[in-house]
């Protein structure tokens, strides 16, 4: 019997192909589920903290008018009837850039009278910042004092019609990696004269 010193067992060129093609298939199909997943997993994460801001907004609304009409309650109050009401929705008072087109931000306590902080987003940035530090009720605010830019950006606008109604939209808009349209969450409410001052 002829031996050829050439004739060795093992694996031809082919075979070692389909079996790298095999491999990559059975890594990359997992691995990219993981990807879809976290990345998933961060915009719901993005579209719930937008969503809690959204409806903080529409609360700084309501405490805004309650500021003005709760203490016409007080027996010392020397306003007129309807004078907090018409204070509130007045174009021209301390919420008027709230009921322009463009908007306005308001931040809770950080006034030194416990009054809300209205920013007006037609002259500066409605972008909300992030303070790890803050005591107070919300760590995103419109105040860029040692906080950090968030993502997020947030435009109350307000509306009288008809009389004795007023409809809050409070928008919170942002960007997720790897999204390329800017997303937005839209949470709406009604305020009214309930005391009727």
């Not at 027996?75 to 007129?80: C, F």
Request: glycine residues 6%; aromatic residues 10%.
């Amino acid at each position: 019997m002829i031996k050829y010193p050439y004739n060795q067992t093992g694996f031809s060129l082919v075979e070692t192909l389909v079996a790298i093609t095999i491999l990559l298939i059975v890594i990359i199909g997992p691995l990219t589920l993981v990807s879809n997943s976290a990345r998933s997993t961060d915009f719901a994460n993005d579209q719930v903290m937008a969503f809690f801001l959204a409806q903080e907004g529409l609360e700084l609304a309501q405490a805004a008018r309650d500021d003005l009409l709760i203490p016409t309650f007080d027996p010392s109050y020397t306003g007129t009837s309807y004078t907090a009401w018409d204070t509130f929705v007045r174009t021209t008072g301390t919420y008027a850039n709230c009921f322009a087109i463009d908007g306005c931000g308001l931040d809770q306590n950080t006034n030194t009278d416990g009054s809300l902080v209205i920013t007006n987003c037609q002259t500066d940035s409605c972008q909300l910042y992030f303070n790890p530090v803050l005591t107070e009720r919300s760590r995103y605010t419109h105040d860029d004092t040692g906080g950090r830019a968030s993502r997020y950006t947030r435009v109350i606008t307000m509306d009288e019609s008809p009389a004795g109604q007023v409809e809050v939209i409070s928008r919170v808009t942002w960007r997720s990696d790897g999204q390329r349209a800017e997303q937005e969450v839209a949470a709406i409410t009604y305020l009214f004269n309930v005391y009727g001052r």
